[in-house]
């Protein structure tokens, strides 16, 4: 309840207003199917699920993984309670898995976005090569089109590691859109 009172009004509009700038950057779809890795108890699918109700005709099928069961708990408790039943948003309940190992079946294969917020610093041996390993893996789900957005908190420790870790990221092949791009060709 305490981590509920204190980060989930920051994250909830965090999260809108991030997904807004990706819709107007043209990277949402109408019909989307969408993985939150580490979800915790739910605030991004809560924050999709309120977007969504304002898009015209979108919708979305919304993925989830996380190993806390107080999380996954939390998480179907607000779910039921704040997202309507058949609305545009299916919000299915978490997976219980470690987002290190292999992606369950559960997972679709076909992904359109892939959200990682604030949960790659939270891996207890969260080196670089591991970090941008897990992200690596995931993204073999990811659809030719899809996207990926990382949120990490932004102390001077996790935002110096997140710009270490697009760096790391952008070398294995990926297109960095925003906020760290690489200005004048280098990291």
Known sequence: LG???????VYFMQTEHLLAGLARDGRLKKNMTILDVG????????????LWSQLDGARAA???LERSEEHIEAFLFLRDAFVPRGGNVSIKPPVKADIREPLPPAVPEKLDLIIFSNVLNELPESSLDIQAG???????RLAPDGTILV????????ATRMRTLTAELHKRGFSVHAPCTFIWGTP
């Open 3 to 9: 981590y509920l009172a204190y980060h989930f009004p």
């Open 151 to 158: 949120v990490e908190p932004a102390d001077e420790e996790n």
């Open 62 to 64: 919304v993925y989830s």
């Open 134 to 140: 897990v992200v690596e893996r995931i993204a073999e």
């Open 39 to 50: 979800t915790g108890p739910g605030v991004v699918p809560l924050a999709i699920a309120d």
